[in-house]
């Protein structure tokens, strides 16, 4: 029966040679009769001589290690590649979903999970694949070591194919992940022009009041914004980013009106001061002028048929209560402006204008009957060669380039000959109508230049 000899542990005894083959006969005698001494110096040469620490299983077996070893890094290299990948391409996907809730977003971030599952499952076989093999072993085989290097390389390819998949699905993201950075870009500029537009107008409001003006509506305005600076000051993060821009843009664009409105507050009081004076003066003018109908009423009355002034009695009774009106309102604009609610003595300056506006056309009106009917009572002749000349005019222009007059040209401009010979047979009699005569002639007119700007539509039209 042998016996294996018992080999002591020597620190100075390469790992390689602590595990010596099984001896028979007399050297196996020897070695157990030697001890250490004679263990130590079989073990030196075979260090000496080959220079490593690995056992002595000849070429071919380190050969495979160092292949599979090269797999093993080029597979590690593969991995980290891929994973700093997935990392940049998941900081793009937070921003395109911190931006955008569209349905590509949505979608892109479907892909960028399902993706995320098959990279999470390559990896798993890589790391499987490493664990599965210890390439320092002792006593790797050339055959392990074979299938180690197989079994990596195909992890390596694997993870390659995957990190393609994932450069194509980044090339994709470009313009939503472009779209996303441009919103990005914009959010900080405008959060800052908001902060400064309500500080501006803060500052413009302090200045009014400081001048003595008051300016509550203005005040009120500006304190609705002080809820939406908390929100812009509480961050995108917790609002959104489409929400953050508009709010911010939207702030900037009122505190921007409260700002010039305050700054132009001391002139608007100025203007309105001035208003008040110069409408005060025209009322009282038109109180004057007023007075002066009745005259010319009565003038009308004394030389003209009824026809040409009866649409005038009513005209001083209008004149009268217009003129009361707008004096009433300017009492109350002047109220207004002492209490300084600006809007309202705008508002009621805007009505005393168009009051005595009314009361300046019919005052006008009469006066301007009166002229114009003295005029045609002395020499209807000019009326009628005006209105003569007209049509001619739109006869010749009708008749330019052809033979015969379009029928759609021809037939108001006969109607409105028919019409001025009917016109002035009615100043035939002892009591002509000349109010009836100078509307119907002016009607007339009217007529004619309608066809002259239908010839010329249709001839530019042609060209």
Request: neutral net charge; aromatic residues 4%; charged residues 30%.
């Amino acid at each position: 029966m042998t016996a294996t000899p018992a080999q002591p542990y020597s620190p100075s005894v390469p790992r390689a040679h602590r595990h010596l083959p099984r001896t028979a006969g007399p050297l196996r005698d020897t070695l157990t009769l030697v001890g250490l001494p004679l263990l130590a110096a079989l073990a030196l040469p075979a260090a000496f001589a080959g220079g490593g620490t690995r056992r002595w299983f000849g070429g071919r077996a380190e050969s495979q290690r160092a292949e599979a070893q090269a797999a093993k890094d080029a597979a590690a290299a593969a991995f980290y590649e891929l994973d700093t990948a997935q990392r940049d391409l998941r900081i793009s996907i937070e921003t395109i979903t911190a931006v955008d809730d569209s349905p590509a977003a949505r979608r892109a971030v479907a892909d960028f999970d399902a993706l995320g599952r098959r990279i999470d499952e390559v990896s798993h076989r890589y790391i499987n694949a490493v664990d599965a093999h210890d390439l320092d072993r002792d006593d790797l085989e050339a055959s392990a070591a074979s299938r180690a290097r197989t079994e990596l390389t195909a992890a390596k390819e694997e993870l390659g194919r995957v990190k393609q998949e994932l450069d194509r699905f980044t090339d994709g993201l470009g313009p939503l992940l472009g779209k996303a950075e441009t919103q990005l870009a914009r959010l900080a500029p405008a959060v800052e022009r908001a902060r400064q537009a309500l500080l501006a107008a803060s500052n413009a409001l302090d200045a009014v009041r400081t001048s003595g003006l008051k300016a509550d509506d203005l005040a009120a305005r500006l304190a609705v914004l002080s809820p939406e600076l908390t929100k812009l000051n509480q961050g995108a993060g917790r609002h959104g980013v489409p929400q953050t821009l508009e709010r911010a843009e939207r702030v900037t664009r009122e505190a921007e009106s409260v700002r010039v409105e305050a700054e132009r507050l001391p002139e608007r009081a100025a203007e309105i001061d001035h208003r008040l004076v110069s409408l005060r003066t025209r009322a009282q003018a038109l109180t004057t002028r007023s007075e002066q109908v009745d005259p010319v009423l009565s003038e009308l009355r004394r030389r003209f048929t009824a026809a040409c002034w009866q649409d005038l009695q009513n005209v001083p009774g209008i004149a009268t209560e217009n003129v009361r009106r707008a004096e009433t309102k300017l009492a109350e604009a002047r109220t207004a402006r002492d209490e300084q609610r600006w809007p309202d003595a705008t508002s009621l300056l805007s009505t005393v204008r168009a009051l005595l506006n009314t009361t300046d056309e019919a005052v006008s009106a009469a006066g301007d009957r009166l002229h114009r009917l003295n005029a045609v009572q002395k020499d209807p002749q000019q009326e009628i060669e005006r209105t003569r000349f007209a049509i001619r005019d739109a006869q010749r222009l009708a008749m330019a380039g052809r033979n015969t007059p379009d029928p759609r040209h021809a037939r108001p401009l006969d109607d409105a000959v028919a019409r001025l010979d009917r016109a002035i047979t009615t100043l035939e009699g002892r009591h002509p109508d000349y109010w009836h005569f100078l509307t119907e002639t002016e009607a007339i007119r009217q007529a004619v230049a309608r066809v002259v700007n239908l010839i010329r539509e249709e001839r530019g039209a042609g060209h």
